[in-house]
Nanobody, 125 residues
């Protein structure tokens, strides 16, 4: 059974950085597309970033482009989301997901079959 476990969330001030991690249990994540989504209170879950097999096949939401970076470790067991220049509007629960979406669904929740439990990120002064 594939499980995803996120960690690294916390309370930070505007402008600070955080690095989220997502470990795949029961899978190496090497052959699947991995993504990060987030959900703020009262809002729908929204796409943040995704990475397909291959270092250059990455996708970002416009709201995080240039500030967030998705990456994988060499063993392909862990996926990271480096978040720099955090803003209060980045406050949300962040979820890791994996699946085999086609290009038209890579930014949608329907493209992913396995989800982690989420980690809270709060940006406040």
């Amino acid at each position: 059974q594939v499980q995803l476990i996120e960690s690294g969330g916390g309370l930070v001030q505007p402008g600070d950085s955080l690095r989220l991690s997502c470990v795949g249990s029961g899978t190496t994540l090497s052959s699947a597309t991995v993504a990060w989504f987030r959900q703020a209170p009262g809002k729908d879950r929204e796409f943040v970033a995704a990475n397909r097999r291959g270092a250059y096949d990455t996708y970002y939401a416009d709201s995080v482009k240039g500030r967030f970076t998705i990456s994988r470790d060499n063993a392909k067991t862990t996926v990271f989301l480096q978040m720099n220049g955090l803003k209060p509007e980045d406050t949300a629960v962040y979820y890791c997901a994996t699946g085999r979406p086609i290009t038209s669904t890579i930014r949608t929740t329907t493209g992913y079959s396995t989800w982690g439990q989420g980690t809270q990120v709060t940006v406040a002064s």
